[in-house]
């Protein structure tokens, strides 16, 4: 397995983003053994949460780690928060990320039709604000559509509307204090499916108090509405930011709180790339 990091270098891009802020990628590569040098497989990207303010370490190589088992290729990207995050920065980074593994997919032998991206809570909000902007006049500073294309996305307990004033401190990161309607609506995603939006995995729970469960619904219904194939699991009990939902993920305060029900969202997701978004 090739284990390395490759900075999203920005600059190559001439984004003039400002601050001096470098995002990196921390890359997990199955090796192809001799047998199969022409295998390709599936990647992922993963966005770890944090309110866009610092980014959750639990939700990062824990999870790739899984998805790497089950032979996806896995990239954590460490994109901007705190002071150096903004929009659309971020968005950018995870833009670039997507292009990167596209342009790099010959050597590292993945499929370029089939790269998803995957997200926690604010990193679900920036997995989700990919999927729907990558074919946008926004995005085309960073490449053309064929490059940036997201072909699925798996969004766990993810941060989606910006009119829900529970997580405004996550815009607050974004936009700053006071963010106007319109910023907010530009990033209240349910508000931007399009026929273009990829396949979708979607998972909460009832219980979290921190993101409320009505953004998975809110996005399940414009799912819907746009006729994208999408499977969501909302689970009865857990609370926020439970990652793989056992000991190896768990904060001090959730040990006791692990769910049985809420772990099966790994191997789902995927199955869910695998038969439905990949059609593997």
């Known amino acids: 397995m090739e284990h390395f990091k490759i900075e999203l270098n920005l600059d190559y891009e001439k984004l003039n983003l400002g601050g001096g802020h470098r995002a990196f990628m921390q890359c997990y590569i ?6 199969s ?14 309110g866009y303010g610092h980014l959750s370490s639990r939700e990062a190589e824990p999870v790739a780690l899984q998805y790497l088992a089950a032979d996806i290729a896995a990239f954590v990207v460490y994109y901007s928060v705190g002071e150096d995050a903004g929009f659309p920065r971020c968005l950018f980074e995870a833009l670039t990320a997507v292009k990167t593994i596209r342009e790099y997919a010959e ?10 991206i995957s997200g926690f809570s604010a990193g679900g909000h920036l997995a989700a604000t990919a999927s729907a902007y ?6 085309a500073v960073i490449g053309d559509k064929e490059e940036l294309k997201i072909n ?12 829900e004033k529970k997580n405004i401190r996550c815009f607050e990161n974004l936009f700053g204090e006071n963010p106007s309607e319109a910023q907010l609506l530009s990033v209240s995603i ?6 273009s939006f990829p396949p979708t995995f979607i998972w909460h729970t009832s219980t979290d108090q921190i993101a409320p469960v009505q953004h998975s619904i809110l996005m399940g219904q414009s799912l819907y509405a746009a006729k994208i194939p999408f499977e969501l699991h909302i689970y009865p009990r857990g609370p926020h930011g439970m990652a793989l939902c056992d000991i190896r993920t768990a904060k001090d305060t959730q040990t006791k709180l692990c769910e049985k029900l809420p772990r099966r969202w790994i191997t789902d997701s995927i199955r ?9």
């Not at 990558?134 to 995005?139: G, I, R, T, V």
Request: glycine letters at 4%; aromatic letters at 12%; charged letters at 25%.
């Open 190 to 195: 349910e508000d931007h499916v399009t026929e």
């Open 107 to 116: 050597e590292w032998h993945i499929n370029p039709e089939q790269i998803a």
């Open 152 to 163: 699925a996305a798996v969004l766990s307990y993810a941060v989606i509307s910006a009119k």
């Open 272 to 280: 869910f790339l695998k038969e439905i978004a990949f059609n593997k």
């Open 37 to 50: 040098e022409g295998r390709k497989r599936p990647a992922i990207i993963i966005l770890p949460g944090g």
């Open 30 to 35: 199955p090796s192809n053994y001799d047998f």
């Open 134 to 139: 990558w074919d946008s006049e926004l995005a």
